[in-house]
């Protein structure tokens, strides 16, 4: 958590700000659809960022996809859960 409050506080404020808005209404759904390369959708547990629901509507969303709940982490996996992020890659990218 330490590490994920380090980075956004060394984003610039008008970047976050500007991330911000053009997210909002951003709705990739449609454009995910022609997605052709395998993909995981992992979920920390503990996300108070994204909604699970959110993540499970990316993997039904991208065809041949997976949601895969992690139990006991937040939004940063890649930070908290580092291997499990570098073996998701691995499988999918052995396929």
Do not use: Y
């Not at 976050?16 to 993909?39: K, M, Q, Y």
């Not at 996809?65 to 073996?87: D, K, S």
């Amino acid at each position: 958590m330490d590490v994920n409050r380090q980075l956004f506080a060394a984003t610039a404020p008008h970047v976050r700000a500007e991330f911000l808005r053009c997210t909002r209404g951003w709705d990739p759904r449609a454009a995910l659809t022609s997605v052709t390369v395998p993909a995981v959708a992992p979920h920390g547990e503990g996300d108070k960022v994204i909604a699970s629901a959110l993540s499970r509507t990316l993997a039904d969303t991208l065809p041949g996809a997976r949601f895969e709940p992690v139990p006991g982490a937040g939004h940063m996996l890649p930070l908290e859960r580092p291997l499990l992020a570098v073996a998701a890659v691995a499988e999918l990218s052995s396929r």
